[in-house]
């Protein structure tokens, strides 16, 4: 029996895009079904100033499709040489919605981000006077530390001191994957928000790695316990405003990811309102589904929510998208549940 729903038009509050021949090939899978997206700032070189921050906004907008309406909203790359006045400036105009804090080598074209939070305290103090959010890759980068407690140790030794320091500073925790996260972000008061992505609703680290290395399903931070996994689908379909999707879809050609040392980041910007909608019906929270898609991140940052509407459908058989997106710059693999999955965004 066809069984569907509508829900107001959903926001990607945490998105790569890329440039070049990839932003190309990949943008038209978000605008598809998306009508905003926090834009992560992480290029090569990084998107640091508001002019870079216009610039990039424009090449976005000159590669969407014909018909399409979708609005990025730009971040800029946090360093420690970041110009205060110029965030504010960026900020004030309205091209800027946050701004963006990699611990320098934690993830993706990472290197020139923080080392010594300390260094940006100016930025970060101008910020909470002003409300801009600061959105946190939440992980530290010390060896010494196991990949799969980054995320824990981030939060006591790095991010619950900064808000302690600044508690007026609004925080978007990104891409949480840990019960701990889930449990901090739960718990921290109205200036601090969560994201998390679809892909880490789905898998935990032994889909990653049980009878062979899956390097489509590696990202970072990295999948963790099913403990933590489904500590995240709690908290994404409790319904509570703490909790919003940022699916953190992260484009990379196949060659990087299928490779020796290959790339982190897993691509759902196709699909993701079709696994969506198969977690949040597995876990009876189908009602909760507008709430986590588009409805608490615009909350959370200020925005209105969208008045257009996309109607999820399910259907008797398994539904289907492609194996992979074709790009000028090369093939990107579309994020595999391991299931088959009955819904399907209809028009």
């Keep these: 029996m066809t069984q569907e729903i509508t829900l107001r038009r959903p926001d990607d509050w945490h998105l790569h895009l890329r440039d070049g021949a990839m932003l190309q090939g990949v943008l038209p899978e978000t605008a598809r079904h998306f009508a905003r997206a926090i834009i992560m700032p992480n ?95 939440g992980e530290v980068t010390d060896p010494q530390v196991d990949i799969f407690d980054r995320e824990a140790v981030f939060i006591d030794t790095v991010l619950d001191p900064l808000r302690r320091r600044l508690p007026s500073l609004r925080v978007v925790m990104e891409h949480i994957t840990t019960q ?63 909790y919003f999707l940022g699916t953190d879809s992260a484009p990379h050609v196949d060659a990087l990811k299928e490779h020796a040392c290959g790339c982190a980041g897993c691509f759902t910007a196709t699909n993701t309102m079709a696994l969506l909608a198969h977690v949040f019906e597995e876990d009876g929270a189908l009602d909760r589904l507008e709430d986590f898609a588009s409805l608490n991140g615009p909350a959370f940052y200020g925005l209105p929510a969208n008045e257009a509407c996309i109607r999820l459908v399910k259907h008797d058989s398994p539904q289907h998208w492609p194996e992979k997106i074709f790009t000028e710059a090369g093939p990107v693999t579309v994020f595999n549940p391991g299931y088959p999955v009955h819904w399907s965004v209809e028009a």
């Excluded at 934690?106 to 300390?118: E, F, K, M, P, Q």
């Excluded at 200036?191 to 679809?198: E, R, V, Y």
């Excluded at 049980?210 to 689908?233: D, F, S, W």
């Design 180 to 242: 701990d996260g889930a449990d901090y972000a739960r718990d921290g008061g109205p200036n601090l928000g969560a994201t998390i992505t679809t892909h880490h609703l789905i898998i935990n680290r032994n889909h990653m790695l049980v009878g062979g290395i899956k390097p489509h399903y590696y990202c970072l931070p990295v999948a963790k316990r099913e403990k933590h996994r489904l500590a995240l689908r709690a908290a994404a379909t409790s319904g509570a405003g703490r």
């Design 43 to 137: 290029l090569v070189p990084p998107v640091v100033t508001g002019a870079q921050a216009a610039q990039y906004r424009d090449r976005i907008l000159a590669a969407l499709p014909e018909g399409a309406s979708f609005q990025p909203l730009m971040t800029l790359y946090l360093t420690e040489s970041t110009d205060a006045e110029d965030v504010a400036a960026a900020h004030a105009s309205g091209l800027v919605k946050a701004v963006k804090l990699y611990p320098a080598g934690a993830t993706t074209n990472s290197h020139g981000g923080v080392h010594d939070v300390d260094k940006v305290m100016p930025v970060l103090e101008k910020m909470a006077q002003i409300g801009l959010p600061l959105c946190v890759h």
